[in-house]
């Protein structure tokens, strides 16, 4: 990180950290966008409610294409929380009884969950597992363990345990080739590490 850039962040001036994905350290232009924003919903300035929900409404349509842009897509959806998207995911996926999702065994609970919640009689998903190699979770793997029913693969694009990456260019093509979604969770590393 530049000086520069560590001036936005008074928390660094005697520390390094590191937990970045779970509550990070705001950025002081982050916490003054929240105060400003905040500020105008103590008052309500904007003549009706009606006209601050518009308001509110344009605040968000302007900040997509800034997030767009940190992840190189055209089409994002704001939702509230990483684990709110993944569920999001889960729920738009279409399987059915004994279609697979592959996971591997360092995953993130939240990339899991919403998927070993499918595997009830009233969904009847099975869930196979990849095995770490010694922390290491490889895309070599993931091909060896993808069978003719396996409809999706979750990842964590950087492991929550150890910071292990994941090769998801590779992934991706692989999951593209075979016609199995690939569901990912990449805020281990958005920021930090350029998503395309």
């Not at 962040?9 to 916490?31: E, I, N, Y």
């Not at 895309?139 to 345990?161: I, N, Y």
């Amino acid at each position: 990180m530049s000086l520069n850039a560590r001036q936005h962040f008074p928390g660094l001036l005697d520390k390094t950290f590191l937990d970045a994905a779970c509550v990070s350290l705001a950025p002081r232009p982050a916490v003054e966008a929240i105060e400003k924003f905040l500020g105008l919903a103590m008052v309500c300035p904007l003549d009706s409610s009606t006209h601050h929900h518009i308001f509110m409404d344009e605040m968000r349509a302007a900040a997509r294409p800034a997030a767009a842009r940190l992840i190189h897509e055209d089409e994002i959806a704001l939702v509230e929380s990483t684990t709110h998207g993944l569920s999001l995911a889960t729920q738009a996926i279409a399987l059915e009884s004994g279609d697979r999702v592959l996971i591997s065994d360092l995953e993130f609970l939240e990339v899991a969950v919403p998927w070993v919640q499918k595997t009830g009689k009233k969904d009847g998903i099975q869930i196979d597992v990849v095995p770490n190699r010694n922390g290491e979770v490889r895309v070599e793997d993931f091909a060896e363990r993808l069978t003719p029913r396996t409809r999706v693969v979750a990842v964590s694009t950087v492991q929550w345990t150890n910071g292990y990456r994941l090769d998801l260019a590779a992934l991706s093509r692989l999951c593209r080739e075979r016609g199995v979604w690939l569901v990912v969770d990449a805020i281990q590393q958005l920021g930090a590490i350029p998503l395309d």
